[in-house]
C-alpha cells in the first residue's frame, strides 16, 4: 500500500533487504527515512515522530531498540517490517503495484542531520539532487561498468547511499556489500583474498578518516603482501577532515594517493581533489560539474582567494529545505544581486589562489565532526542537564588522532558526579559517537556580560 508521497522509515544495517527496497520506495515515489544505527529512544523517537513513515523496515537485533519507544513516537507506523522476514512472505502478501512516473521534483528520501537546537533536522533531497551529485561523480571519478566497489560504509548516511551504492548502480559496475567496517576483513578484501587470485577484486573503496587510520594499522602486518594493491584504481576519503599525515602514511605504505573530497547531507558533492591531478593534502578540491561556489565575510561580501570566508553553494545538488521548518530553511539561504539562492554550509574556507583548491579551516557553528557524523554540542548539554545534581553543562570539541574531534563535557553540579556516571547515563540516551570521551567538573562556566558561555575559555 505504499504510494507516492508516502514515508518509510529504514532503521537497519547494510543488507541486500535495503537496497531492494530502497529502489522500490523510490520507484513508487515514496520518500525514504534513513535513520542511524547508532540512536537510540531519544532521538529515533523524534525523527519517527518528525518525518510521520506509515512503514517502518528494521531487523530483529535492533527490535530492543524500538520497544523503548514511547506510542506517540510511533503513532505514523501502520507495520513495522523485519527484513529477516520478508523472505519468508506467503504468496498472497506479495503483490505488483501500480508505479507512477517520479518527476525529478519528487522527494526521495528525507536525511536527518542534526541541528544547533538539539532536534534533527530532515534535509528533503529530491530525484533531481540525487541525480546532479551522482553523474557529476560518474564523471568526476571516471566510474566504469569493470569498476568492483568494496562497501562497508553505512547506508543510512549520504557517503555510503549516494555516493556508494547509488554511483555504482548508475554506472552499472558492482558492489560487495558488508555489514560493517572490520580493519583486517577489509585488508583481505583488498589485496584479493588469501592467494590474490579472486576475479572480483575490488578497484574502488570509499571511507572516512577513522577507516583509513584503522586500516593503516591493518596493513602495516610484515606478513602481508601489498602488491595487489596496486590493481586498485581509487581510495576516496570525506565526512571529516582527513590529517595529512594519515594522507603521507597510507601513500608511503600502499602507493595510493587518498582523494579527498567535500560533500554534506544538505548538498550531496560538492567538492573534489582530482582523478587525474595532484591531490593536496590538506585541501578538498574544487567544485565538482554543475556546482558553483563562493567565499563571503561576515557581511555577505566576496573574499579574496587566500582569505578566509563561509563556504556558500549552489547548484543542483543543493537541497530545497528542511522537512516541516520553514524558519530554519529561510536562515539557511542566502539570496545574490540576481535573486540567486546559495545555501549556507556553515565551513569557514580559503581557496588557493594558484590552484584554486579550497582548504576547510573549521565551522562557523560549533559543530564537532567525530570519525565522520555530525555532533552538535546543545544536543548532548540537553541530555547532561537531565542528569539530576547537573546544573549547568557545556560541549567542545577537542581534537582526536583517530576520530577527528570528539566530544568533551564541562559540568557544574550540585554534587560529586563522576565521569563514569555521567558516559553510563548519555549511552543510555544518544549515539555512542556523541556521548563525551572526557568529563571534568567546575565551580563555574566562563561567561560573559549578557551570560554566555564563553567556550574558548573552557579549560584546554
Not at 524500538?66 to 506467503?90: H, N
Not at 558533492?269 to 587525474?276: D, E, K, R
Request: hydrophobic content about 45%; some cysteine; proline content about 7%.
Amino acid at each position: 500500500g505504499l504510494g507516492r508521497g508516502d514515508r518509510i522509515a529504514f532503521f537497519l544495517g547494510n543488507r541486500p533487504e535495503l537496497v531492494i527496497a530502497y529502489l522500490a520506495a523510490i520507484r513508487l515515489g515514496a520518500i525514504v527515512v534513513p535513520i542511524n544505527l547508532a540512536y537510540r529512544k531519544v532521538e529515533l523517537g523524534h525523527i519517527l515522530a518528525d518525518a510521520e513513515p506509515r512503514i517502518l523496515l528494521t531487523e530483529r537485533e535492533l527490535l530492543p531498540v524500538m520497544d523503548e519507544l514511547d506510542a506517540a513516537s510511533r503513532a505514523s507506523v501502520e507495520a513495522t517490517i523485519l527484513a529477516e522476514e520478508i523472505g519468508d512472505w506467503p504468496a498472497d502478501r506479495v503483490a505488483p503495484c501500480p508505479v507512477s512516473p517520479v518527476d525529478g521534483s519528487d522527494l526521495a528520501f528525507l536525511l536527518y542531520t542534526s541541528g544547533t537546537t538539539g532536534r534533527s533536522k530532515g534535509a528533503e533531497m529530491r530525484h533531481d539532487n540525487l541525480l546532479a551529485t551522482i553523474t557529476g561523480l560518474l564523471v568526476a571519478w571516471a566510474w566504469e561498468r569493470s569498476d568492483v566497489l568494496l562497501l562497508s560504509l553505512p547506508l543510512f548516511h549520504t557517503h555510503g547511499l549516494v555516493v556508494g551504492l547509488h554511483c555504482a548502480l548508475a554506472a552499472g559496475a558492482t558492489v560487495e556489500l558488508r555489514r560493517k567496517f572490520r580493519p583486517e576483513e577489509t585488508a583481505d578484501d583488498l589485496l584479493a583474498g588469501p592467494n590474490g587470485d579472486r576475479p572480483d577484486r575490488p578497484t574502488l573503496f570509499f571511507g572516512v578518516p577513522t577507516m583509513y587510520v584503522r586500516l593503516l594499522e591493518a596493513l602495516r602486518n610484515p606478513a602481508l603482501d601489498l602488491s595487489p594493491l596496486r590493481r586498485m584504481r581509487l581510495f576516496c576519503s570525506g565526512s571529516a577532515p582527513l590529517a595529512p599525515e594519515t594522507f603521507e602514511a597510507f601513500r608511503e605504505l600502499t602507493g595510493h594517493a587518498i582523494l579527498e573530497r567535500y560533500g554534506m547531507t544538505e548538498a550531496g558533492m560538492i567538492l573534489s581533489n582530482p582523478y587525474a591531478g595532484e591531490r593536496r593534502p590538506g585541501t578538498v578540491g574544487t567544485p565538482l560539474p554543475g556546482i558553483s561556489v563562493r567565499l563571503v565575510d561576515g557581511e555577505a561580501r566576496e573574499v579574496p582567494d587566500g582569505e578566509e570566508g563561509e563556504l556558500l553553494v549552489r547548484g543542483g545538488n543543493v537541497f530545497d529545505g528542511y522537512w516541516r521548518a520553514p524558519e530554519k530553511t529561510a536562515e539557511s539561504f542566502l539570496a545574490d544581486a540576481l535573486g540567486r539562492r546559495w545555501f549556507k554550509t556553515g565551513d569557514l574556507a580559503r581557496r588557493d589562489p594558484v590552484t584554486g583548491a579550497i582548504s576547510l579551516l573549521g565551522r562557523r557553528s560549533e559543530l564537532i565532526l567525530c570519525g565522520g557524523f555530525n555532533v552538535y554540542p546543545r544536543e548532548i548539554e540537553e541530555v547532561l542537564l537531565d542528569l539530576p545534581g547537573v546544573r549547568e553543562a557545556a560541549v567542545v570539541g577537542r581534537p582526536d588522532p583517530e576520530r577527528g574531534e570528539v566530544p568533551v563535557a564541562f559540568l557544574v553540579a550540585e554534587r560529586d558526579v563522576l565521569a563514569p556516571e555521567v558516559i553510563a547515563f548519555c549511552k543510555e540516551r544518544i549515539a555512542g559517537f556523541k556521548v563525551p570521551r572526557q568529563v571534568r567538573c567546575l565551580d563555574a562556566l566562563p561567561r560573559n556580560a549578557l551570560g554566555k558561555v564563553q567556550k574558548h575559555l573552557l579549560p584546554a
